[in-house]
């Protein structure tokens, strides 16, 4: 795996957060079909590149009953400025 691919992916990623919204990164996942390694590898870098922001929400999956904390990515920037 190499830079190109890791920015491809931080690519998709952008994307459809640019399309979609907040979006977990367990949905991400789904949506993409990037594998888990990849897709930390391309968050990491769009959070590097101040251009998306990482949080832990209390949401849907807590009351789903599981009982745990989501890590929701959101958009810091507009798309205009990421190529």
């Given at each position: 795996m190499d830079k190109?691919?890791?920015?491809?992916?931080?690519?998709?990623?952008?994307?459809?957060?640019?399309?979609?919204?907040?979006?977990?990164?367990?949905d991400i996942q789904k949506k993409l079909n990037l594998s888990e390694h990849l897709l930390y590898l391309a968050i990491g870098w769009l959070c590097r590149e101040d251009k998306i922001h990482c949080f832990e929400e209390d949401g849907e999956i807590e009351k789903e009953g599981k009982g745990k904390k989501r890590h929701i990515c959101s958009k810091r920037i507009p798309s205009a400025f990421f190529g």
């Amino acid at each position: 795996m190499d830079k190109v691919e890791i920015g491809h992916a931080a690519g998709e990623v952008w994307r459809l957060l640019d399309g979609e919204g907040d979006l977990s990164i367990t949905d991400i996942q789904k949506k993409l079909n990037l594998s888990e390694h990849l897709l930390y590898l391309a968050i990491g870098w769009l959070c590097r590149e101040d251009k998306i922001h990482c949080f832990e929400e209390d949401g849907e999956i807590e009351k789903e009953g599981k009982g745990k904390k989501r890590h929701i990515c959101s958009k810091r920037i507009p798309s205009a400025f990421f190529g």
